[in-house]
Every structure is written in structure tokens, then in C-alpha cells.
């Protein structure tokens, strides 16, 4: 079982819609936790930390289910900008730098 | 704001021929990472270093080495390439917060292809 796991997609939306990615982890000791944004050929950006209360930036709602163990984006009114692979990542216990997991990616393109 | 700087953006290799990925980064960062990403595969850790003279093997660190040459460099070596190295090579720093763990900053990337 992969320590992080991801939908792959593809989830194919249009302009206006609300689409929401879930991505599980395996480690309940897990600390910390993140979304990024990766373009096509271009490299991972964060997008937002997830917080254990839930945070919202503009039109982005992160949200972690620690007894679930998952950690969940929520996109509203998409763009077509949004059209992207989103990235969740999981930082184990120590913090360490060799503890960053990241999962496959879930590939979203919003459509006109 | 550079960030996090690597080189070359594109190299194509022959087979057996070796070739230094370099990077460095200007945020003061004390770890740096190398990360390989192959279609399907998703981000795998290749070697890392915590903090300067410090260097640690990652998930698949076979046909590399790394030198961290001082706290903003971080190179990648490939000795003898083969056509499996094929990839897009990442390196990355991050910092350790309090809040948020340890939030990492991707370089843009080096598409390597080994014939």
C-alpha cells in the first residue's frame, strides 16, 4: 500500500464547477501536510498547508480528517487557469527532510 | 527572487556518459533535495541532505552521487548513464517552520534523456 495515495483522474470539469480531491495517507503520526500545484512541464508550486482547523484561501478550501486519515482540496468557480495536477504531500513525525511523501497527483482540466 | 536555480534545462546523454546536475538556491535553506519524476511514477527521492556537509540516500539513489558543496549547493552526478535514468530531475530546499513542517521549493527542472 503506497504511504500517500491519490484518484489519479482525470477530472474533467467546466468553468464555474466545484471539484473536490481527496488524498489519504498511511502514517496516523503524520504532522504536517501541503497541496501543490504542478503545470504541465513545469515543476511543483505550493499551493496551500493544510491546517488541522481547515483553511480557505480565495476560491481553495484545504481540510484534514485526522481520525480518516485524509486530507481533502476543494476548488470553487474553476478556471480554466486551474487545469493543473495537484500535488498533496505529507510530512511524517520527525519533520525530517527525508520524510516528505508525495502522491501521484490528481489531474484536473476545467473545461470552457 | 530566484529561489531555487538549476542546470542544464534540457541535457541528452549517451549511454555510459556522465554528466553533473547543478543547483543552488539563495534562501538560506539548510536542506536541499534531488527528486526524479517519471510519468505514472510521481516524485522519487534520490538523495538528500539535511544541512550543508550532510548528504543521505533517498528512495532510489543507484547510478548517482551528490555533493552538497556548501549550504546553497547541491549537485547530482551521474557517473555511467543509462537509458533508465531517463527523466525530469528536480532539485529542491526547504525550511523546517513551526506552523507548517517542512514546506519544500522546487527548481524548474532538467529534462535529461540518455540514448
Known amino acids: 500500500r503506497k504511504e500517500v495515495e491519490q484518484d489519479p483522474g482525470p477530472f474533467n470539469v467546466p468553468e464555474g464547477a466545484t471539484v473536490a480531491f481527496n488524498c489519504t495517507y498511511s502514517?496516523?503520526?503524520?504532522?504536517?501536510f501541503f497541496w501543490y500545484r504542478q503545470d504541465c512541464r513545469k515543476e511543483p508550486k505550493l499551493l496551500m498547508s493544510v491546517y488541522s482547523s481547515g483553511n480557505e484561501d480565495g476560491r481553495f478550501t484545504a481540510q484534514l480528517n485526522r481520525a480518516s486519515q485524509y486530507i481533502s482540496l476543494l476548488i470553487r468557480d474553476s478556471k480554466l487557469s486551474d487545469s493543473a495536477t495537484y500535488l498533496c504531500?505529507?510530512?511524517?513525525?520527525?519533520?525530517?527532510?527525508?520524510?516528505?511523501?508525495f502522491g501521484s497527483g490528481t489531474q484536473l482540466t476545467v473545461l470552457p | 527572487n530566484a529561489g531555487v536555480t538549476q542546470t542544464p534545462k534540457f541535457q541528452v546523454l549517451k549511454t555510459g556518459q556522465s554528466m553533473t546536475l547543478q543547483c543552488a538556491q539563495d534562501?538560506?535553506?539548510?536542506?536541499m533535495y534531488w527528486y526524479r519524476q517519471d510519468p505514472g511514477m510521481g516524485l522519487r527521492l534520490i538523495y538528500y541532505?539535511?544541512?550543508?556537509?550532510?548528504?543521505d540516500k533517498g528512495e532510489v539513489p543507484n547510478g548517482y552521487n551528490v555533493s552538497r558543496l556548501n549550504k546553497r549547493e547541491f549537485s547530482l552526478r551521474l557517473e555511467s548513464a543509462a537509458p533508465s535514468q531517463t527523466s525530469v530531475y528536480f532539485c529542491?530546499?526547504?525550511?523546517?517552520?513551526?506552523?507548517?513542517?517542512?514546506?519544500?521549493?522546487f527548481g524548474e527542472g532538467s529534462w535529461l534523456t540518455v540514448v
Open positions: 504531500v505529507v510530512n511524517e513525525p520527525s519533520g525530517s527532510a527525508r520524510q516528505l511523501t
Open positions: 502514517n496516523s503520526a503524520s504532522q504536517s
Open positions: 541532505s539535511a544541512s550543508e556537509g550532510t548528504t
Open positions: 529542491a530546499s526547504s525550511e523546517l517552520l513551526r506552523t507548517t513542517g517542512n514546506t519544500i521549493y
Open positions: 534562501m538560506n535553506h539548510n536542506s
